[in-house]
């Protein structure tokens, strides 16, 4: 099987990812500490502010980084892959359970094209989505709270929905912000640490560091 070393990733991705990386976990931070959980002090008094800049920030990163994926990744994270996203992972799902062969590893490079056959995992068409959904989740529930007469609407939503769910017909739209804007950190975790692991077990960690990887070529 032959290799070669190709750019996978420009420098001005890798800074975004990992800004994104680095203001994320701030902002974990700081909601836990907002919300009360685990004990989390480390702010002090500025928190809710910091909270709401770092949020600032997160969003223009998600915004630059979501803009390159769609100009120049598209036809690997496009919304007619999912289909093809969730085949991959039902029958690389199958394999786990000890009831087929593992899917092979569809990705490879063309040397006569320069470019990828198939650039990545399958299975992250649908990482992608379920990030771009968590993080438009965080962004519309955090600010509605933070600005709810600027975002009435949204309040007055989440109070209608949120009434649904209680017996007494009490429960404020800010409540069940609040509960969905947690909930949604909680995904938004466990989505990253999935994302960790594939990256790691499919061997593209270094190369959001380097920016090059050896890939498999599949046509000379």
């Known amino acids: ?3 070669v070393e190709v750019l996978r990733h420009p420098i001005f ?3 975004v990812h990992w800004s994104i990386v680095i203001t994320g976990i701030l902002l974990a931070l700081s909601g836990m500490e907002l919300g009360g959980l685990y004990g989390v002090k480390i702010f002090g008094e500025n928190v809710l502010m910091i909270h709401i800049i770092v949020a600032f920030i997160f969003g223009c990163l998600w915004g630059m980084f979501g803009y390159y994926m769609i ?8 919304l007619g892959r999912i289909p093809y996203s969730i085949k991959f992972l039902w ?4 394999a786990w359970c000890f009831l087929g062969p593992h899917v092979k590893d569809p990705r490879g490079y063309s040397l006569k094209k320069r470019d990828y056959i ?3 995992i399958p299975t992250q068409v649908m990482v992608w989505w379920i990030y771009v959904l968590l993080a438009l989740l965080m962004g519309i ?6 600005y709810p007469e600027q975002m009435k609407p949204v ?21 069940f912000l609040r509960a969905i804007h947690r909930l949604g950190m909680y995904l938004f975790g466990l989505v ?7 990256v790691t077990i499919f061997g593209v960690l270094l190369s959001m560091f380097t920016g090059k990887r050896k890939e498999r070529v599949l046509e000379e």
């Open 1 to 3: 099987m032959k290799y």
């Open 13 to 15: 991705i890798r800074v």
């Open 71 to 78: 100009a120049k990744e598209w036809k690997w994270i496009s």
């Open 118 to 120: 198939e650039k990545i």
């Open 91 to 94: 029958r690389e799902g199958l």
């Open 155 to 175: 309040v007055d939503f989440a109070q209608a929905v949120g009434n649904c769910f209680n017996p007494a017909g009490q429960m404020d739209g800010y409540t």
């Open 141 to 146: 529930t955090g600010f509605a709270m933070y």
């Open 192 to 198: 990253m640490f999935m994302h960790m692991y594939a």
